[in-house]
């Protein structure tokens, strides 16, 4: 191949390269307070000024958690998130949890349905999902 030639192919290489690495890889936004029941949103969860908390009575409604950052609330444990990995629309979030009389290790493991739709896979049984609707307060 011809000095011209190689020039050429490289130049295509690299043009293609350029147009691949400048589209953005987009990370998936999960802040925001998540149940199973979108219709209970209010009853679990309330907004004081720009934070999302767990109304007093939110126990007797159902299931859902807040994520905020790195953080992880749900009513009775608190989860820092130490990695998060991404392929498509599958999330993995490795997380160190507390409750009041233990730690532990927590990987969840989430498919993005949509923007506010979640599913929650439970490695330990397989076959079993929990569905979550992100709530607007």
């Known amino acids: 191949m011809s ?15 350029a147009i691949l690495l400048s589209v953005p890889s987009q990370a998936i936004e999960l802040t925001g307070a998540w149940t199973t029941q979108s219709d209970l949103c209010k009853l679990l969860f309330t907004k004081k000024g720009d934070q999302i908390a767990f109304t007093d009575l939110s126990d007797f409604y159902g299931s859902g958690f807040i994520i905020n950052g790195k953080q992880i609330k749900a009513k ?5 998130i130490e990695s998060r990995t991404q392929d ?10 507390a409750t009041g009389i233990m730690t532990s ?14 599913s929650r896979i439970i490695p330990e049984v397989p076959g ?7 709530c607007t307060l």
Do not use: K
């Not at 009775?76 to 820092?80: D, F, G, K, P, R």
């Open 3 to 17: 000095n011209v030639g190689r020039l050429s192919a490289f130049g295509v290489v690299l043009f293609g390269s």
């Open 88 to 97: 498509g629309n599958n999330i993995r979030l490795a997380s160190s949890c």
């Open 76 to 80: 009775a444990a608190q989860c820092t």
């Open 128 to 134: 079993m999902s929990m569905n979550y609707t992100r």
């Open 105 to 118: 290790s927590v990987v969840f493991n989430l498919t993005v349905i949509d923007d506010n739709n979640i």
